[in-house]
């Protein structure tokens, strides 16, 4: 991208395309070229570690799968029109030495940048001699070490001489929380959980004796089941956790040994030589220089770190109106919250280009099915050459001869390459010139092609389903390339077994079901507004369903955010633009009591005091908040003294003398959290403590704060604050979970005050302070929603937050469809996290809610009402509550499918005793028949 | 005749279209060589294999059964 | 997929006749592995011949297509997970016990059922031609009898014959 000109909802954007010197619709990425290219060179995307050649992709799973030709080293361009291999050997004629830059122009109503971060470079960064010593890597370098696909195949072994490691070490915050030259007082969020991985995974690769330690200042894994997966990293993998910043790395033993040593002080305070054969720096996340230009060419407006500058409110909106940000370019952060941004930005564009939604769509128009699909059936074979890719392995000839031997097949045609446009056209000519009812076509993957003939086939007159593939490319000639004649047997049995299902496919009608347009969002908290707000400024009527006698939640409480923005003003704001909103209408002290249907098509029973409301709506968003721990420890409950979360501030607030007289204050850290019986990490309670602490000394500078703590979790920019209060003054004290500090109450001179025990963890002696007041960062408890996921059929953890279809790619969505969850309701999260999850949540509702119907795969299961005995087993055994008993007339129960959930499994029907149950397209007899036909020989 | 061809495996196999069959194709991409011999089903989920596909494989000529979600 | 190896191991086809392995999307590499071991561990077993065990097969598809074992396997999940109608859960171990015994039960069944398919046979002809013991059989034709499955035919002598109904 070059430039942005214009305004939110009418930019100018010029893109700069670099030329790939392979034609995009020619290349079938066989890979033909990149065999033949004798250039090769470091391969980046795996770190450098493997080689590429000059004309390469990217990775294996690249999106299009095309080649591209890396003109900086390929040799036709270093030596003036020498070479040409690629050229001569592409069997799609796609190499296209005349490609020049293209620049774009291109109109939009607004921008997304997700431009993502680099990872830190700790070359010249000499005490961890990266650049001397080859067994220190980086972990970007470990992650392609222990892909499959990476330069060892997934082998675990070192750089210097490819043995595999029996002793690896991982340093951790390497140029995070550093303020060395070059690197980053802020933590990079990422790296305690990856490194955590890393060990893990390395030890599956290599058997539990290899041996793991993992070197840091705090464990920061706050997010969702993170601190379950530490705990069992230690417990049961085995993983070694040594707290202990290592300051340096040294070549151990003589000439000749590329071990690594490395000397720290352990827990007891002894300093320990310990060798490695691998170490693995934890670098962190930082913006490039190049990105920092581009934001200052687009105008955007940077923090202090070079991330975006957003507001806590408005989390996804930069600077500039209409331009958004998203994932690592707007704060360090990991997957699911990187993919919650991303969905949050998109719901921000929809907002402010609502007005012009689908004024440039255009619908396609398929000819009328004709009726000769229910005739005898009539098969066409094409079976495809692609290029040399089967057609070098497999006799493609005889194997389209001997599908003409097979019954009910009436025209068979080979191509060089079935999926171009022309061939297109020749099946569509040979469907109605030979009257063809049933389709077959043996080349690559349906998972990549079917839905392409599936639509040539359709403008052809048939219905999509009279299709079927064999896939003799990536399943045939490319995994048996030194056994052609092998081969070739294989392809005729797979087209043998496709030709034989062809001849049972039956047509299969569309299912198209109407829509609705409105929302429906449990909870008024600030998720719960949030969502409804960037519903209804889309046009979606959205009702609000909140159990209070008023909106707003807990976040009444932020007195400010962690960046020290006004959280009651935005909160009255929320509020205040809710109530004011014509889409959107609140139901106060109200309660779920029924709901039914699915995706598009709910039906909810809300009781208001005793008042019933029947509301019909499309979406669901779960947005029902959580609550803190009334903890029965540390004297709460019973000193006054002794308070929890945002109480002590509330009381300084109403009674500001109290905090002039008062000398000293401690904070309790993991209250209740990250204990046995709740075993995970409420995430905000770090940054509250660090935030009231260092409001409390700026306010009376002599007051002695101390905060007794496990880990400081100050992820992301928030060490800042840690930061900020160490240099205040304020004290930390680490405390261990098995010697919890003890509370008493205490005289001194005549004053009632707080007496703690503790046993300071880094001087190993215990201490006592005596304080005023003690305020206690207890667990943010799940509010006992058992009942509310009973009526939506959601699953709750085993924390008892609601739990999400997907931890990292489908962070607010359910298995079941048209179900949405944000806020604290999915986990304990800070405010700015919770509005991020609620505009990704109306993303996901408004990409269903825009739509008159939804169009959904056919291919589900069908009950024969008079084999079924209304047992419920397949009811049971659906994972998408898909299916169930309905009462029929004078029969008792029956089966029937929920069409609009049902994902074409067929566990149903494997499961039901009668055999009532069948799959479209699956069905019972066309597997027999395809089982038969494959084993005849 | 029969007998002096060497004994050549012919393996029904049920592949999960998201799971196993996906990382057939991968294999495929990757141009891992293995032995010609699975004949293969694509089903939609390895859950949908009724027990009797497998006695109904082994009666049809196959050595044997390979299910793979 | 458990309990078909195990009926492939009653009938003496064997349960290596069957092998299930997980394989994710991105494990290319896994599923060429798999398929070079399962391929070794077939070329190990050796061709199978349908002919040979044409009884067994039978036998042990109809114990698969039996109401009891379908029954059973759709239940699996109910009776070990959430319990029956006295909330009681039986461990997954024991479930399978008794999975397994019921599988045995109907196999033997199975096998007699199909027997007297071609023609109605005794006691010692039923034995000699399943291969169970002349005791089993009469177990077994004892409960095929209390579900009208089987019945007696005719006296030979003082043998007497049943047939399948």
């Known amino acids: 991208m070059e430039s942005v000109e214009g305004e939110a909802g009418n930019f100018t954007v010029t893109v700069r395309e670099r030329p790939r010197y392979v034609?995009?619709?020619?290349?079938?990425?066989?890979g033909i070229c990149a065999e033949r290219c004798p250039r090769k060179v470091k391969d980046e995307y795996n770190q450098g570690l493997a080689q590429r050649k000059a004309i390469y992709l990217?990775?294996?799973?690249?999106?299009?799968?095309?080649?591209?030709?890396?003109?900086?080293?390929?040799i036709y361009f270093k030596k003036k029109g020498r070479c040409r291999a690629c050229e001569k050997y592409c069997p799609a004629g796609a190499i296209d030495f005349t490609q020049r830059e293209k620049i774009h122009k291109i109109k939009v109503g607004s921008v997304v940048l997700s431009t993502g971060f680099k990872s830190f470079n700790p070359s010249g960064y000499d005490i961890y001699g990266y650049d001397s010593l080859p067994n220190v890597i980086t972990s970007m370098e470990f992650e392609r070490i222990l892909s499959s696909s990476g330069p060892f195949h997934g082998h675990l072994q070192r750089p210097s001489d490819n043995e595999p490691p029996q002793k690896i070490a991982w340093l951790q915050c390497i140029g995070s929380r550093d303020l060395h030259a070059g690197c980053h007082e802020y933590c990079s969020s990422v790296c305690c959980m990856y490194a955590i991985k890393e060990a893990i995974i390395a030890k599956e690769h290599a058997g539990n004796d290899l041996d793991t330690a993992i070197f840091f200042m705090d464990m920061r894994t706050p997010g969702k089941g993170f601190d379950r997966y530490y705990d069992r990293a230690g417990k049961e993998a085995g993983v070694r956790f040594i707290r202990s910043r290592v300051h340096s790395i040294e070549r151990a033993?003589?000439?000749?040994?590329?071990?690594?040593?490395?000397i720290y002080v352990n827990k007891d305070g002894r300093r320990i030589e310990e060798v490695f054969n691998l170490v693995v720096l934890s670098t962190g996340i930082e913006i490039s220089e190049e990105m920092r230009k581009l934001a200052q060419d687009l105008g955007i407006e940077l923090d202090i770190h070079g991330f975006a500058?957003?507001?806590?409110?408005?989390?996804?909106?930069?600077s500039r109106p209409g331009i958004f940000a998203c994932g690592a370019f707007a704060g360090p952060k990991d997957i699911p919250q990187s993919v919650m941004e991303s969905s949050a930005a998109s719901s921000a564009c929809s907002v402010l280009l609502a007005d012009s939604r689908n004024t440039l769509t255009q619908e396609k128009t398929y000819p009328p099915e004709d009726p000769i699909i229910y005739e005898e059936p009539r098969i066409g074979v094409f079976v495809c050459h692609c290029g040399i890719n089967i057609g070098g392995v497999v006799d493609v000839p005889a194997v389209r001869d001997y599908a003409e031997t097979l019954p009910n097949v009436v025209y068979v045609a080979d191509n060089m390459f079935t999926c171009s446009q022309d061939t297109q056209g020749l099946i569509r000519d040979a469907v109605k010139k030979n009257r063809l009812n049933r389709v077959v076509v043996a080349a690559c993957t349906p998972r990549t092609h079917e839905p392409l003939f599936q639509e040539t086939i359709r403008d052809g007159g048939l219905n999509p389903y009279l299709f079927e593939f064999a896939n003799i490319r990536d399943?045939?000639?490319w995994v048996h390339q030194k056994e052609p004649e092998k081969a070739t047997e294989k392809a005729k049995d797979m087209v043998r077994m496709s030709v034989t299902k062809a001849a049972l496919l039956e047509p299969i009608e569309p299912l198209l079901l109407e829509n609705r347009h409105e929302a429906l969002i449990i909870g008024g908290g600030a998720a719960g507004m949030t969502a409804a707000l960037d519903l209804a400024d889309q046009g979606f009527k959205t009702f609000i369903v909140e159990q209070n006698q008023k909106l707003g939640g807990h976040a009444k409480h932020v007195k400010r955010t962690w960046k020290g923005e006004d959280g009651r003003a935005f909160l009255s704001d929320l509020i205040g633009r809710v109530q004011a909103h014509k889409q959107i209408e609140v139901l106060l002290d109200a309660e779920i009591s029924h709901v039914s249907g699915f995706i598009g098509n709910f039906k909810t029973t809300v009781m208001t005091g005793s008042a019933k409301r029947e509301i019909e709506h499309g979406i669901i968003i779960l947005a029902v908040g959580a609550e803190p721990l009334k903890p029965d420890e540390y004297l709460y409950g019973q000193n006054e003294r002794v308070m929890k979360w945002h109480e002590l501030e509330e009381l300084f607030e109403k009674e500001p003398e109290r905090l002039e007289q008062t000398e000293a204050i401690a904070f309790i850290q993991c209250v209740g959290s990250r204990e046995p019986e709740r075993p995970y990490c409420s995430k905000f309670c770090c940054t509250s403590s660090l935030q009231q602490s260092i409001d409390f000394k700026t306010r009376k500078p002599d007051l002695n704060v101390y905060i007794l703590y496990r880990d400081i979790r100050a992820y992301g920019q928030r060490e800042q604050l840690y930061k900020k209060a160490r240099e205040l003054g304020i004290i930390f004290i680490r405390y261990s979970l098995d010697e919890k500090p003890l509370v008493e109450r205490t005289l001194i001179d005549g004053k009632d005050k707080l007496k703690i025990t503790v046993r300071d963890q880094i001087l190993g002696i215990p201490v006592e302070l005596r304080v005023d007041y003690l305020n206690l960062a207890t667990a943010i408890i799940p509010k006992g929603d058992e009942k509310l996921a009973k009526i939506l059929k959601v699953p709750l953890n085993e924390d008892g937050f609601f739990l999400e279809a997907h931890m990292k790619l489908r962070p607010v969505d359910f298995a079941t469809d048209g179900i949405f969850v944000c806020g604290l309701a999915h986990y304990p999260k800070p405010l700015e996290e919770s509005i991020v999850q609620a505009k990704a949540a109306a993303a996901r509702a408004a990409s269903v809610l825009i739509k008159d119907s939804v169009e959904v795969e056919p291919t589900i299961s069908v009950v024969d009402q008079g084999k079924c005995i209304g047992c419920g087993l397949c009811e049971i055994s659906c994972p998408f509550g898909a299916i169930h008993l309905v009462r029929v007339t004078g029969q008792g129960y029956r089966a029937e499918n929920i069409s609009a959930l049902c994902k074409g499994c067929g566990i149903c029907a494997a499961a039901c005793p009668q055999k009532a149950i069948d799959m479209k397209h699956f069905r019972d007899r066309q597997i027999l028949a395809m089982i038969e036909a494959g084993g005849s020989r | 005749m029969e007998m002096k061809k060497p004994f050549e495996p012919k393996i029904l196999a049920f592949l999960c279209n998201w799971c196993a069959y996906a990382g057939a194709d991968l294999a495929g991409v990757s141009r891992l060589q293995y032995p010609p011999t699975l004949r293969s089903i694509r089903v939609m989920c390895s859950g949908r294999v009724d027990p009797v596909y497998i006695t109904d494989g082994l009666k049809s000529g196959f050595d044997s059964v390979f299910v793979s979600g | 997929m458990e309990l078909t190896q195990y009926l492939l191991d009653l009938s003496g086809i064997g349960r290596n006749r069957l092998q299930v392995r997980w394989v994710s999307a991105a494990?290319?590499?896994?599923?060429?592995?798999?398929v070079t071991e399962v391929s070794d561990i077939t070329q190990k077993l050796g061709p199978f011949d349908p002919d040979k065990f044409e009884l067994p097969l039978a036998a042990v598809e109809r114990t698969l297509n039996s109401a009891r074992i379908r029954w059973l396997l759709g239940l699996t999940k109910q009776i070990t997970e959430q319990g029956n109608v006295y909330?009681?859960?039986l461990k997954k171990e024991d479930f399978k016990k008794m999975l397994h015994r019921a599988a045995e039960e109907e196999y033997?069944?199975?096998l007699i059922m199909q027997v007297l398919e071609e023609r109605p046979l005794s006691v010692k002809e039923m034995a000699e031609k399943t291969g169970l013991a002349v005791y089993t059989v009469s177990l077994r034709l004892n409960e095929l009898e209390r579900c009208n499955q089987a019945g007696l035919k005719q006296y030979s002598g003082n043998a007497p014959i049943f047939m399948g109904m």
């Open chain 1, 475 to 477: 399943q045939d000639a």
């Open chain 1, 309 to 318: 500058k957003t507001s806590s409110f408005t989390p996804v909106a930069t």
């Open chain 1, 23 to 30: 034609d995009m619709d020619k290349c079938i990425a066989c």
């Open chain 1, 58 to 74: 990217q990775y294996a799973q690249a999106v299009p799968l095309k080649y591209v030709i890396d003109s900086d080293n390929c």
């Open chain 3, 108 to 110: 033997q069944k199975a």
């Open chain 3, 27 to 34: 494990e290319g590499q896994l599923f060429a592995e798999y």
């Open chain 3, 87 to 89: 909330n009681e859960k």
């Open chain 1, 253 to 262: 033993g003589g000439p000749g040994s590329d071990d690594l040593k490395i």
